[in-house]
């Protein structure tokens, strides 16, 4: 017997769920067997409250926060909770959209194991949590610059750390690359014979291999 609740259900109770919301929840939509709510952003907390609360729904366990950058939205983040309902057998995704000046209630008063998961999306992402206990990084060091998890963050960084022998102590530096940039070929050398007649095996020759032919 499927554990899966059926699509049906999942609508009726995100349809319930936004009546009883007085708008704290906008939108809802189920996809993937799993029921994901819309919500206005300064009313997280209510929502959430709601959430764990009511009767019906009973999402009283905080799993996961996290963040999702697209930095073509004037606002870009969205803001991703998930809760789980033991006695109902139910899950649940909750998102609301922010920008990077606007800080997010702190959900900690209703669901305390946020502490980490906001202070995690603060440091990768630099969503600000309002009326956080102890809003500092938790991932990278105090020193660091950026998110590493904005869609515009530099692959190479902004800065690298080292341990500097005449100085005995940690120093950061910026970035350098001991090369330039190459072009990689990613073709396996072991995908056919090379040596194999024309029409037979994988016709490509890798750049170096025409030395040895004759």
């Known amino acids: 017997m499927s554990w899966r609740v059926p699509d049906e259900a999942l609508a009726a109770q995100g349809q319930a769920i936004q009546a009883n919301s007085a708008g704290g929840v906008t939108s809802f939509h189920v996809a993937y067997g799993e029921l994901t709510l819309h919500a206005v952003a300064h009313r997280i907390v209510e ?12 999402f009283n366990q905080l799993i996961d926060l996290t963040a999702a950058d697209y930095p073509d939205r004037e606002r870009r983040f969205d803001v991703v909770y998930h809760l789980i309902s033991y006695s ?20 900690c008063s209703v669901h305390p194991c946020a502490d980490w998961f906001e202070r995690e999306a603060f440091d990768m992402f630099g969503v600000m ?46 970035v350098k690359l001991p090369q330039e940039f190459r072009q990689f070929d990613f073709l396996s050398p072991w995908e056919g014979d090379r040596q194999a007649p024309p029409g037979q095996g ?6 170096g291999d025409e030395k040895a032919q004759g």
């Open 129 to 174: 949590f309002e009326g956080h206990p102890d809003m500092r990084r938790i991932l990278t060091d105090y020193g660091f610059t950026g998110y590493p998890l904005r869609k515009d963050f530099p692959m190479t960084g902004y800065v690298e750390v080292r341990y500097d022998e005449e100085q005995k102590r940690v120093v950061y530096e910026p």
């Open 47 to 58: 929502v959430l409250t709601h959430l764990r609360e009511d009767a019906d729904c009973r």
């Open 88 to 107: 109902k057998n139910r899950r649940i995704r909750v998102k609301i959209e922010t920008g990077e000046t606007t800080a997010v209630p702190s959900i």
């Open 202 to 207: 994988y016709p490509y020759v890798l750049p």
